[in-house]
């Protein structure tokens, strides 16, 4: 069933069927030919003509070839979102282009952020080259904080060529004192929209008796609504001009006598059905046919409209009406008065009436006023439950989490939408919680006549599962991603942004499970969908996880493309600080330390990971944003920044149930006690590593936990190289390639080359120039400045005399200072604390620099001109002096001795 939150009621001018006198006096006021004001108001009590005459004024905008822009707003739809979601449809549809959403659903932009509306909305009048005029009905209904705020703001922001203008039944022109002060506000109040003299013989005709439109002008004081009303006695013969008489000599409330002598007039079948249709805020024949049974609905309606004031007719020929405001509140008392049996039947046959036709909007409205709770619910299923979610966005997950919990049994899709809300919220144990329940308790459900398992809703179990998954960081079963892609493959009919959302959850499935090119080759058939589907918001989650794949299969630009587009797409469609901006900027910064552009990671960082953390994240977005900040941190602050950047890592793995972050953060304090000589420290975390389930088997992982797996390994080796184990660091360096190199994870791979290249030179066999060659052509093509820098300026040194090309020699100069920069962060104490300080002679010193540095006997020997045997005799000495058998022993030795200068 196709469903609309939009009604066109609403971004549509009300038919006038009563032959009204055009209020000249009052549209040269609001069209003047010469400097207008900003904003007009139109503030008056219901009865005076406001909506009438702002109509006409939307016709006399369009006649002289200006753009005019209709919103006519609901006690129900009287918030920001709606206000400007429906003022960017009815530019729409007035040919006004909305930057940025050409392919946007009118359903969508009420998902969208309250910001991003506001921004786009200003973009588009600002865009359009013609003058426009926003028409504003029933102001009053927004609240009173909204008006003097956002409201009166956007008013002060409007291009000079763009109008508002706004009725309203209470005052709301003080919150645009600003703009009153500069003579850009005009007010017409219920003064200004009586009608005058002249005006009321124009009406009501020359030809009536003088001495009775004098008494009638005295008695209504030109009050339009009471004479809108003589007019159509006048004209109907059957009423005579008694009524006009009684009109005439009217005291005391006026709005009371009309209303009692309307109801009077009619017919005991009209009374009553005209009380019954005050339960509807808009209300059409088949609509009146279906709830209070007959045929008389259109001929009803055409006598509401065309022979009293009570009938409003609204949007062109589709047939919708609704009662005018002064008789809507009069109407609504007496069908208060109703037994409840009689009003609860009425609002429950109107739910259904409107849910048969996906006007959901209005059926869960009708729904609540039944007074059955569960009818919301019941609705809510068969329209579908948790994929309402999906195009209905803000407003479908508003009534389903505003529901208490669902009964799994009656209601499950609906539940799933509430564990849908709850996963987003970081709620992920209870909703996994939640969704086995389901799961338990419609273990047995079934459809049909021949009691079949639906597989429909297996596929929504099966979707909801993914996508609680994802934000509890658990493994994505490949029969999960299967029954998507089938999902996707044979379900006929299927709304094209549920098959969008499949499409993103298959390619994040593969991406899961480290199948990185099935994952791109599904993700442009995805990107096709989300346009075609014009689902903004599952797009840029698809270019992320493109960039995702990117990254771990080496290619840098692919990457930084894919994560700029869906940042610039965020930023301009959702805001900069909307969740899917922050998205974007965190994966993007990991990119952008990794080419190693400190600065530029930083301001990513910075203005959006704690939007990540509040609501919204996974691991993937953790790991990157946590990884940034702590390599940032330490470049920064040295070890107090890096431990700062891991506390909140621990804080959240522990608050969200998240195994992997934690044994993620487990590692970087490993990563941070090796950096710092704390080999004691690095052992402890390690050991606590190790005893994880996710490293059980930390030599054949998981395809998930290969790069944790990888970290692991080499961290050990590292560890070892530290303890002065060179041949258990060179093996397990070796080792770590071997598995790697089939496994799709490129930058592990190239990592683990540099972490060979890194144990090799502090062991007696240094890489040879092919190997260090293949290292540096892999790290450069991937621009993984960061992963050179981390093993130290040795490293970047040896790929730096290799560099062939510009580009190679840029690459290695950037690691080589960001080597140094990282070797700086390594507290060292001065030579003249130590005891030792005399062991060394300055040559042996100078000689045991660069070898922390970590250059070779010939680069030592190219650095401090001289041979290379000499080298090699001083780093004898240096070995004896220090009781070392090695590079790294050696370097551990002299740095607790104190012997290297910071």
């Known amino acids: 069933m196709q469903t609309t939150w939009i009604?066109?009621?609403?971004?549509?001018?009300p038919r006038q069927r009563v032959v009204v006198l055009p209020r000249a006096r009052l549209l040269e006021r609001l069209l003047p030919p010469a400097d207008p004001p900003r904003v007009s108001v139109i503030q008056a009590p219901a009865g005076f003509g406001k909506t009438t005459l702002l109509a006409e004024l939307h016709s006399e905008v369009r006649a002289r070839g200006a753009t005019a822009a209709w919103v006519g707003l609901e006690s129900s739809e009287c918030d920001l979102h709606w206000l400007y979601a429906y003022l960017l449809v009815s530019l729409r549809r007035s040919n006004v282009a909305l930057p940025g959403c050409e392919s946007t659903l009118d359903d969508e932009l009420l998902s969208w952020p309250i910001v991003t509306l506001a921004?786009?909305?200003?973009?588009?009048l600002e865009s359009h080259q013609s003058p426009i005029v926003l028409l504003i009905d029933d102001a009053h209904l927004i609240p009173p904080e909204l008006l003097a705020g956002e409201v009166a703001s956007l008013a002060e922001q409007l291009p000079d060529r763009v109008r508002l203008i706004l009725t309203s039944r209470t005052r709301i022109d003080r919150p645009f004192w600003r703009l009153a002060t500069h003579g850009q506000l005009d007010v017409i109040d219920d003064k200004d929209l009586?009608?005058?003299?002249d005006e009321m013989r124009g009406l009501l005709g020359a030809e009536e008796n003088p001495a009775l439109l004098e008494r009638l002008m005295v008695a209504t004081?030109?009050?339009?609504?009471a004479l809108q009303l003589a007019r159509i006695w006048s004209s109907d013969p059957r009423a005579g001009s008694g009524r006009l008489e009684q009109l005439a000599a009217t005291t005391g409330n006026l709005a009371s006598l009309i209303c009692d002598q309307l109801m009077a007039?009619?017919?005991d079948e009209r009374r009553a059905l005209l009380v019954r249709c005050a339960a509807f805020e808009r209300m059409r024949a088949d609509l009146l046919d279906d709830v209070f049974g007959g045929t008389g609905g259109r001929v009803f309606l055409e006598w509401l409209a065309t022979h009293t004031p009570m009938g409003v007719p609204l949007e062109g020929d589709a047939g919708w009406y609704r009662l005018h405001a002064l008789f809507a509140d009069f109407l609504r008392t007496e069908f208060e008065r109703l037994p409840k049996e009689e009003t609860a039947a009425i609002h429950e046959r109107a739910a259904q009436w409107f849910h048969a036709r996906g006007l959901l909007q209005d059926a869960f409205r009708h729904a609540e006023r039944s007074g059955r709770g569960e009818l919301v619910a019941e609705i809510a299923e068969r329209a579908g439950g948790w994929r309402l979610a999906i195009g209905g966005g803000r407003p479908a997950l508003t009534w389903l989490c505003r529901l208490p919990v669902a009964d799994a049994r009656t209601h499950p899709r609906v539940r799933l939408g509430q564990i849908y809300s709850m996963a987003q919220d970081g709620l992920v144990r209870e909703a996994r919680a939640a969704l086995e329940d389901v799961r338990h308790v419609t273990r047995g459900f079934t459809r049909g006549r021949?009691?079949?398992?639906?597989?429909?809703?297996?596929?929504?179990?099966?979707?909801?599962?993914?996508?609680?998954?994802?934000?509890?960081?658990?493994?994505?079963?490949?029969?999960?991603?299967?029954?998507?892609?089938?999902?996707?493959?044979?379900?006929?009919?299927?709304?094209?942004?549920?098959?969008?959302?499949s499409s993103n959850l298959v390619c994040f499935g593969y991406y899961d499970v480290g199948d990185f090119e099935s994952c791109l080759r599904h993700a442009r058939y995805g990107l096709e969908r989300n346009r075609a589907a014009g689902s903004t918001y599952a797009e840029i989650y698809l270019l992320n996880y493109i960039g995702m794949a990117s990254f771990c299969l080496g290619r840098h630009e692919e990457s930084r493309d894919y994560y700029t587009q869906a940042l610039e797409h965020a930023q301009q469609v959702y805001g900069p600080a909307s969740n899917l901006s922050a998205l974007a900027s965190v994966l993007l910064a990991r990119l952008e330390l990794e080419g190693g552009y400190t600065a530029r990671a930083r301001e990513l960082l910075d203005s959006t990971f704690g939007a990540v953390m509040d609501r919204d994240g996974w691991f993937e977005v953790f790991a990157a944003g946590f990884e940034t900040a702590f390599w940032l941190g330490l470049l920064e602050d040295g070890e107090p920044g890096g431990l700062a950047a891991l506390?909140?890592?621990?804080?959240?793995?522990?608050?969200?149930?998240?195994?992997?972050?934690?044994?993620?953060?487990?590692?970087?304090?490993?990563?941070?006690?090796?950096?710092?000589?704390?080999?004691?420290g690095a052992e402890a975390a390690l050991n606590s590593a190790s005893r994880t389930d996710i490293l059980a088997d930390a030599t054949n992982p998981a395809p998930r936990d290969m790069r944790l797996a990888a970290m692991f390994h080499e961290l050990e080796a590292r560890r070892m190289r530290l303890q002065g184990d060179i041949h258990g660091a060179v093996e397990a360096a070796a080792n770590l390639q071997i598995r790697l190199a089939p496994s799709g994870f490129a930058r592990e791979h190239v990592r683990a080359q540099l972490l060979g290249i890194a144990v090799g030179l502090a062991s007696e066999h240094e890489p040879t120039p092919a190997r260090l060659e293949v290292a540096l052509r892999a790290a450069a093509r991937a621009d993984m400045v960061l992963s050179v820098a981390r093993y130290g300026p040795g490293v970047a040194s040896a790929l730096a005399g290799l560099a062939r090309t510009p580009e190679e020699a840029?690459?290695?100069?950037?690691?080589?200072?960001l080597a140094q920069k990282l070797d700086a962060c390594v507290p060292r104490a001065p030579v003249a604390q130590s005891k030792q300080a005399g062991l060394l002679s300055p040559r042996e010193l100078q000689i045991l620099r660069e070898l922390v540095n970590g250059l070779s006997n010939k680069e030592i020997a190219r650095r401090l001109a001289i041979a290379e045997s000499t080298v090699k005799t001083h780093k004898e000495r240096l070995y004896e002096k220090l009781g070392a058998s090695s590079r790294s022993a050696a370097i551990e030795t002299a740095r607790s001795h104190g012997l290297l200068v910071s």
């Open 119 to 124: 921004r786009v909305l200003i973009a588009a």
């Open 265 to 267: 007039s009619f017919d």
């Open 221 to 225: 004081e030109g009050w339009p609504v």
């Open 647 to 680: 506390e909140p890592a621990s804080r959240q793995a522990q608050t969200r149930g998240l195994e992997r972050l934690a044994l993620f953060a487990q590692l970087q304090k490993a990563e941070l006690s090796l950096r710092m000589g704390d080999r004691s």
């Open 194 to 197: 009586r009608f005058t003299a």
């Open 450 to 501: 021949h009691s079949r398992w639906d597989a429909s809703f297996a596929i929504d179990c099966e979707t909801i599962d993914v996508i609680v998954r994802i934000y509890e960081d658990r493994p994505i079963l490949p029969q999960s991603i299967f029954a998507l892609e089938r999902q996707i493959a044979t379900q006929i009919g299927l709304d094209r942004r549920l098959a969008s959302l």
């Open 810 to 817: 840029a690459f290695a100069a950037r690691a080589l200072g």
């Open 7 to 13: 009604a066109s009621s609403r971004v549509t001018p």
